[in-house]
């Protein structure tokens, strides 16, 4: 079935370092949804890309679609330790109902201090 | 607040004991969810509702029952639970727009232990 693929699963960094999640959809998407789950807690809602190449920036966050819909990334700069969680990415096909987001298995990072 | 309320957020059961995770939102949601999460495995959705009386499978619905007689609410039963049904459980909730997607709302999770 149609997956979406979510690199790398793990990502360790030191404070002010960047980091980035990719997402990789083997077809093309109506949008992509983005959300983060800090430790012990339920994902929450991040950002939403409908259009091809679109950027959307929030504060140090960073998301992009790509231009063929198929993949998008989030970007975070001079990460912080508030920034510790899992992010995930979830993907809507065309013609997909709400019950078809399909998201990717998750980017957990950790941020020494 | 708008929420969605998941209960209980706990749960250390038998094999073979029946259970029901309840799940109900306060937003006038169309759409609900249940999800489970383990390790490596990322997100996987168990059924999902598009509106009352309407249900379908997820990707792993075996050993899983729902039911949606009523648009707030949308539990989770395990007839006869195993310890492969061990995991963290998420129920979430949207509008249901023309454009097909809309932003989830989950709750807090249900961890559930099955021995």
């Known amino acids: 079935g149609q997956q979406v693929m979510q690199i790398p699963q793990y990502q360790h960094v030191q404070e002010g370092e960047d980091f980035t999640t990719y997402c990789n959809s083997s077809?093309?998407?109506?949008?992509i949804q983005w959300y983060k789950q800090r430790p012990g807690g339920h994902p929450v809602f991040l950002i939403q890309?409908?259009?091809?190449?679109e950027v959307k920036k929030q504060k140090r966050l960073t998301f992009q679609f790509g231009e063929a819909k198929k993949n998008s990334s989030l970007h975070i700069t001079a990460t912080q330790t508030t920034d510790v969680g899992t992010y995930f990415c979830?993907?809507?096909?065309?013609?997909?109902?709400?019950?078809?987001?399909?998201f990717g298995k998750g980017t957990k990072l950790s941020v020494k201090p | 607040e708008a929420q969605v309320t998941q209960n209980p957020r706990y749960l250390i059961t038998v094999t073979g004991k029946k259970l029901t995770v309840t799940c109900s939102q306060n937003m006038n949601h169309e759409y609900m969810s249940w999800y489970r999460q383990d390790p490596g495995l990322g997100l996987r959705q168990i059924y999902y509702s598009m509106n009352v009386e309407v249900t379908d499978k997820g990707d792993v619905p075996e050993g899983y029952k729902v039911s949606r007689k009523e648009k707030r609410n949308f539990p989770l039963i395990l007839e006869s639970p195993s310890p492969n049904q061990t995991s963290l459980y998420f129920c979430a909730s949207s509008r249901v727009l023309a454009s097909g997607a809309n932003v989830l709302t989950f709750g807090a999770g249900s961890r559930l232990t099955v021995l």
């Open positions: 077809t093309t998407l109506s949008n």
């Open positions: 890309l409908v259009k091809s190449g």
């Open positions: 979830a993907g809507l096909n065309y013609g997909g109902s709400q019950g078809n987001l399909i």
